[in-house]
């Protein structure tokens, strides 16, 4: 699989991604255009995705109305069992027809689809929640995510337990357990991770260049322009009146890398791993297609891993 390097999802037209005017394709509601005219341009392109899906969401609708003809109490019986489970595999079909499409409101139905599943007691989409949360910038739920999930692995019996603004700053030692090994959480972990170091590396820099006292203005600019991960940029927003900025900055800064260190050298010491940090991340990625869309579209997330990774990959080869 060649990397490939995008900035993000496409968010706007599908074209021209000119963001006023948009109208969603009415068959897959997966793309929009600004215009018919840009509509009619990309038809020859789009067309076979946007059947594709638009033929497995016709399937999940008839899936679906099959289950809403039980009545009520039947629901969570064994007569609806079948009829749900068939409901749960349209529902992934629809997800991977989707997957071909990179774009928010893509990303957005399948996030809504998994979780659908989840609540259908499901117990794999979970692996894949936290990389589509990644991929429209909600971080902070998707750390919140894995933190749930995780706990709920290791008691099964708290299917609610609900995980609010945990800090992803914290030490990742719940992660690093033998007996509960996740490679998506630590996968997903990593690049929570890894977007907040490398914004605040950015902003180190920055500072750097222009002095300690950077006028408020350039500051709001480099938070606009240059921070990728939500948790930086809300930290950033609460700690501005904070006097000692720099040295609590570097802190954060030496205790990211020595975290991403560490779940590396965690992820390298368990067998089936290669201990190339490059075919590692080449098996994760191609075992889970989320999770490699999720990472390429963080520019610089791959070499900023390789980089921390470095020295220990190059010591066992
Ligand atoms: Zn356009
Ligand atoms: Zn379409």
Known sequence: ??????DGLISGCHICQNISLL??????????????EHQIRDFQSHKTRCKAIKC?????????????????DDYWSGRVAGPRLDCMRKRLALVDALGLIKTRDSVHTQLHHLQGNIR????????????????LDEDQDAYDFIKWWTARTAQPDERYLDVQDADAFEAPDFLLKEE??????????????????????ALEAS???????????????????????????????????????GETMRNAVEELQSQIHRISV?????????????????RIWTLMPDTYDAWIEVPGSIETFKRLMGKDAEGRL
Do not use: H
């Open 207 to 245: 500072i750097a260049l222009i002095g300690p006292k950077v006028p408020q203005e350039i500051l709001d600019n480099i938070q606009v322009n240059v921070l990728r991960s939500p948790i930086i940029r809300s930290r950033i927003l609460l700690s501005r009146t904070s006097s000692n900025g």
């Open 266 to 282: 965690f992820i390298s010491d368990i067998d089936w791993i290669p201990a190339d940090a490059r075919e590692w991340a080449k």
């Open 56 to 72: 497995s969401l016709d399937e999940l609708n008839s899936a679906q109305q099959r289950i809403r003809s039980y009545p009520g």
């Open 120 to 135: 259908l007691g499901s117990t794999s989409e979970g692996e894949r929640v936290p990389f589509l949360l990644l991929r």
């Open 23 to 36: 109208q969603l394709c009415s068959r897959c509601r997966a793309v929009q255009y600004c215009s018919n």
């Open 1 to 6: 699989m060649a990397v490939e390097y995008r």
């Open 180 to 201: 509960s090994f996740s490679p998506s959480a630590l996968s997903a972990t990593l690049l929570i991770k890894i977007k907040m170091l490398q914004d605040l590396e």
